[in-house]
């Protein structure tokens, strides 16, 4: 059985530094958060970080669309 994947791996995959995407631009913002929770594959250990670090996502609903994308990928 294979382990899951990160979310924090599965953001990466939509890293792109010329997209103003907002999913995108949430991606190449985490990569460079040194402190982003990297092995983390559960919702709510990764939203407490973000509303209490992440300062450079402008609202949860972005990170909630990555959420829905990464768990559509997962499935």
């Known amino acids: 059985m294979s382990k899951r994947q990160s979310f924090y791996q599965f953001l990466m995959t939509e890293r792109n530094p010329d997209s103003t995407d907002e999913i995108a631009q949430f991606a190449n913002n985490a990569f460079y958060d040194q402190s982003f929770p990297k092995q983390a594959d559960d919702y709510d250990s990764l939203s407490q970080y973000l509303e209490l670090n ?17 768990e559509e990928f997962m499935s």
């Open 54 to 70: 992440g300062t450079y996502l402008p609202s949860m609903v972005i990170f909630d669309n990555a959420w829905t994308k990464y």
